[in-house]
């Protein structure tokens, strides 16, 4: 059962123009998106398959949309250029209070496993059984760009504004019931639940203004994203002869630029800005939900192999604002980079859920991440989409941040039994720089600030049982709870000034992170492992 959706939106707005006193013109790009892609399985329905069962949704969009215009009037010229993207995408697959059996006695189906290969490409894996899978991916990069000049006056303002709503859940819903009778399964039958939304945005706003007495220029790249990423099992029951996977995963990599000059022969006035708001829940769960208490899972799950549950959050954003302000009399130019971010990853087995893992073959084991992150260090790309950070010819600057690009990469172990695992990972870097000159008064502006807030959880919660009908069990059988959280921010505010008359280039450099990290099992909680 198949529900996908793919979209190509390319949309361009251009503009030019002269006139002997007095121009103005704008050029807007405007694009809204709105999917709702459902694969389901209803209630009350009975689905029998020796072979196997996929409910998959998908949806991919690639958005392309650019606003420009060039102006110069002998007077006065305005240009004004806006490109804005709005997207509000719903991807669901499930399965609702049905009853299904998928036997996996016939072919395998490729599915994702949230983990990168050693290719550093998303490593697949082939199984058998029963598949639910939501998977969304947008690729948006949007542009504006004004240029402007006149004889007195030239004012150039340039936006690029992308809000992001996107949800992605994959889920088997309360009073399912799966594989209820298993006895003539395969040995390597699975039941795989996987959730993943990957984002990639790249936003440029450019100004340039210029005019005999007086050029005003302002750009700026605003991002407000908010993504809802579930995996989870609230079935009355699920049995699978090989392994249980609950997993949702959630990727965002963001580029902004915003770049201005504005100069004039009297005064010159340049601003640049790139401010982005990201929310992120990215959620992977059996059992009970401690956020919807309208619902009650008893949920119960059997896997003769193992189990895992599985949340991870990787996001990246770089953000460079640029301003040149150049005057014969006054400037005036500022440019800052800002970040606020507020992220909930957590995997659990919910209160009242009962979960046995029998790990029965080494072949079982299911790759988990520690908690922990290796960290190396890589030579920059040279991409002009990367923040690189800056060089340094002092003797001391022998630290490699200063000169490479960081990665971190979860660490991951093979897991026989259960495993509830949350890992989340922020790579932050920040440039804001503005310069100017002047032969009066030059003021210049910068600022780098980021806003942090970030809950990382893995926990047993209270009352779930698991592995409490051990009468099965291999030796190696294990339980583990891991949560790990890697954040890495790099802010540079620089400003510069030379003038005739006075100077000033104040710059910040803020930041104010919180970030938890916990991994627990609950009171009353009861846990075994003959491992």
């Known amino acids: 059962i198949h529900a996908m959706s793919a979209a190509t939106l390319n949309s361009i707005s251009a503009g030019g123009g002269g006139a002997g006193t007095f121009v103005l013109l704008g050029s807007f790009s405007f694009n809204t998106v709105a999917t709702t892609i459902d694969s389901y399985i209803g209630d009350h329905a009975a689905v029998t398959a020796a072979g196997n069962v996929v409910v998959a949704a998908s949806d991919q969009a690639e958005i392309f949309s650019i606003a420009g215009n060039v102006s110069g009037a002998g007077t006065a010229s305005v240009g004004v250029a806006n490109s804005t993207t709005i997207t509000d995408n719903s991807v669901t697959a499930y399965i609702g209070d049905a ?36 998977v969304s991916a947008e690729d948006i990069e949007t542009f504006a760009v004004a240029g402007t000049g006149a004889g007195s006056a030239g004012i150039a303002g340039t936006a690029t504004v992308s809000v992001l709503e996107e949800t992605t859940q994959a889920f088997i819903g309360a009073g399912a019931s799966i594989n209820a009778d298993n006895s003539s399964a395969h040995s390597q039958q699975d039941v795989h639940v996987y959730a993943a939304d990957d984002t990639t945005l790249l936003g440029v706003a450019g100004a340039l203004a210029g005019g005999g007495a007086a050029g005003v220029g302002a750009s700026a790249d605003v991002g407000v994203i908010t993504k809802d990423t579930r995996a989870y099992i609230s079935a009355d029951l699920v049995n699978a002869a090989q392994n249980v996977r609950v997993i949702a995963v959630a990727q965002e990599d963001i580029t902004s630029v915003g770049a201005t000059f504005a100069g004039g022969g009297s005064v010159g006035v340049g601003g640049a800005a790139g401010v982005y708001t990201v929310n992120n829940a990215t959620r992977a769960f059996i059992g009970n939900d401690p956020l919807i208490t309208a619902v009650s899972s008893t949920a119960v799950v059997t896997a003769g192999g193992s189990v895992l549950v599985a949340a991870d959050d990787h996001m990246e954003i770089d953000i460079i604002a640029g301003n040149l302000a150049v005057s014969g009399a006054g400037s005036l130019g500022g440019a800052a980079g800002v970040t606020v971010i507020n992220k909930t990853t957590e995997a659990f087995i919910g209160s009242g859920a009962t979960v046995d893992a029998r790990a029965g073959q080494a072949t079982d084991a299911v790759r988990a991440s520690t908690g922990n992150f290796t960290t190396s260090y890589v030579a920059n790309s040279g991409d002009s989409n990367e923040v690189s950070a800056p060089e340094s010819g002092g003797a001391d600057a022998d630290d490699e941040s200063l000169t490479m690009q960081r990665v971190a990469t979860a660490d991951t172990i093979l897991v026989r039994g259960v495993a509830v695992t949350a890992t989340n990972s922020d790579d932050i870097e920040t440039i804001g720089v503005s310069a100017g000159g002047s032969g009066g008064v030059d003021i210049q502006l910068s600022a780098a600030v980021d806003v942090t807030t970030s809950k990382t959880s893995a926990y047993v919660a209270d009352g779930a049982m698991i592995n409490q009908n051990n009468g099965a069990a291999e ?35 803020i930041a104010v992170i919180r970030n938890d990290t916990e991994a627990y099992i609950g009171a009353g909680a009861a846990v075994d492992a003959l491992g």
């Open 475 to 509: 030796a190696g059988q294990a339980v583990l709870v891991a949560a790990g959280n890697d954040y890495y921010r790099m802010g540079v505010a620089g400003a510069g000034s030379i003038s005739g008359g006075g100077s000033a280039t104040p710059g910040a450099d």
């Open 99 to 134: 009853d299904v059996t998928a036997l996996g006695n016939a072919g395998t189906v490729t599915v994702f496993t949230g983990h990168d290969d050693n290719s550093g490409d998303p490593e697949t894996l082939a199984i058998q059984g029963l598949v639910v899978s939501a």
